[in-house]
Every structure is written in structure tokens, then in C-alpha cells.
């Protein structure tokens, strides 16, 4: 009969704690994370779009007590295409109340109002809702393009009426 020979238990190769190599990956991810939050976002400009409030009309004369629309056209120029604009993202307001209570657009068409040969966008907003007052002086319309950039455009308003010092 054969004697068995004792064998020799070999200890396994000790693996390092995963906690350890957690540690070790999450290094390198913090570092990108860093980084990155010191990049700051990039967003782009709006572009500045030429605009005539009353198209045709010099100065442009609105009386803050008035029920009817105003009309505000998007020129097309050498450098921009009043086509692209989405007329339901147009927003139409005094300059000293940017940003709040803006009035939207509730009719438009394209039309060539400055006798360029460029069909324009015209939009006619509720004269009520655009907070033009006595004081007001410049109208600001912002909006989009068709592939969502932003659009603004300001122009000078001639207020009249009763209690406006102004004529026109």
C-alpha cells in the first residue's frame, strides 16, 4: 500500500479589499468630475435681429391706452433669414419690464415691409399686455429660430395719447 504524502496547502495570492480598489477608481473619476466644474457652460448668444415697431410708421407712435395691436416686424437681412423664426416663441414688451408679463404673438405672416425684396416676419401683439407706458422709449421682442436659438430686437417707441408728453 502507498503512503500518501502530506500535501502542502498553498495560501492564496492575497487579493487587494475592494473597498481599496473602489478608492482607486473613484480617484480618477473625482479628478474629471473637478475639472469639469470648472469649466463654465457655454451658452450661446442671442443674436441680435433688427426690428421696426410699426412698420412704416416714423416715429413710432403707440398710445399706452390703446385696445388694438401693435405691429413689430423681424427684418431679414444679409445676415439673418426672419423666415426661421418661430412666430409662437415671440414675446413682445416695454424694455423696462424685459423678462416678465411679455405679450405674445397672436397674429403673423411674412411680408416685405421694408422694400428690400426680403419677405419680413410681422406679428401684431395686444397693445394692453405690453406694459408700454407714457415713459416707455424702446420695445423689445425676443423669440427663437425654427432650431431653437434665441432672438432679440429693440427699437424706439414714441409714446401719445392722454397724459404722454410726446406727439407724433
Known amino acids: ?13 492575497e487579493k487587494p479589499m475592494i473597498k481599496n480598489n473602489i478608492a482607486l477608481l473613484a480617484i480618477p473619476i473625482l ?22 415697431i410699426k412698420p412704416g410708421s416714423d416715429p413710432n407712435s403707440i398710445n ?3 385696445m388694438g395691436l401693435v405691429p413689430v416686424a423681424i427684418l431679414t437681412t444679409d445676415t439673418f433669414d426672419a423666415s426661421t423664426v418661430d412666430p409662437s416663441t415671440l414675446s413682445f ?6 423678462g416678465s408679463n411679455n405679450t405674445n404673438c397672436v397674429r ?3 411680408e416685405d415691409v421694408d422694400g428690400d425684396g426680403d419677405l419680413d ?5 395686444p397693445q394692453k399686455t405690453t406694459w408700454i407706458n ?12 425654427n ?5 432679440i430686437g429693440f427699437d424706439s417707441i414714441n409714446p401719445v395719447g392722454k397724459g404722454c408728453n410726446s406727439t407724433g
Request: with cysteine.
Open 1 to 13: 500500500m502507498r503512503r500518501l504524502t502530506k500535501l502542502k496547502v498553498i495560501q492564496p495570492i
Open 121 to 125: 416676419l410681422v406679428c401684431k401683439f
Open 64 to 66: 399706452p391706452n390703446s
Open 147 to 151: 432650431d431653437g436659438q434665441s432672438i
Open 108 to 110: 403673423h405672416g411674412l
Open 134 to 145: 407714457c415713459d416707455t422709449t424702446q420695445g423689445v421682442i425676443t423669440g427663437q429660430t
Open 31 to 52: 479628478a474629471t468630475i473637478m475639472v469639469l466644474a470648472t469649466i463654465p457652460p457655454v451658452f450661446a448668444p442671442n443674436i441680435e435681429v433688427d426690428i421696426d
Open 93 to 98: 414688451t416695454a424694455v423696462v419690464d424685459i
